[in-house]
Nanobody, 125 residues
Framework: QVQLVESGGGLVQTGGSLRLSCTTS????????MAWFRQVPEKEREGVAW???????AYGDSVKGRFTISRDNDKNILYLQMNSLKPEDTAMYYC???????????????????WGQGTQITVSS
């Protein structure tokens, strides 16, 4: 059974940093692409960062240069290091996984079959 559990959310001031964690079970990094998405009420889920099974990465334009996605394969944890946070980064953040054979844009939420429950990030101005 696949499980994704996020942690590390909270309240932070503008310019601050946070690191999100996503503890995974039931999947191996060698076979799955992993990603972070975020969502605010009444908007579609937005792709934030992507880590391919082969180690390649991609980022949403709004977070490039500020966020870094990484993975600890030994611990089965996906991370999202977020620096220089802005109020517009406020959202519910989700980790997601899709098998490496699934095609489609990395930022297309509908292509991911596994999701965590989400963790809230609030950036105060």
């Amino acid at each position: 059974q696949v499980q994704l559990v996020e942690s590390g959310g909270g309240l932070v001031q503008t310019g601050g940093s946070l690191r999100l964690s996503c503890t995974t079970s039931g999947i191996t990094g060698a076979n799955y692409h992993m990603a972070w998405f975020r969502q605010v009420p009444e908007k579609e889920r937005e792709g934030v960062a992507w880590l391919a099974w082969h180690g390649g990465t991609a980022y949403g334009d709004s977070v490039k240069g500020r966020f870094t996605i990484s993975r600890d394969n030994d611990k089965n944890i996906l991370y999202l290091q977020m620096n220089s946070l802005k109020p517009e980064d406020t959202a519910m953040y989700y980790c997601a996984a899709r098998h490496r054979t699934v095609s489609g844009r990395w930022s297309s939420a509908s292509t991911y079959g596994y999701w965590g429950q989400g963790t809230q990030i609030t950036v105060s101005s």
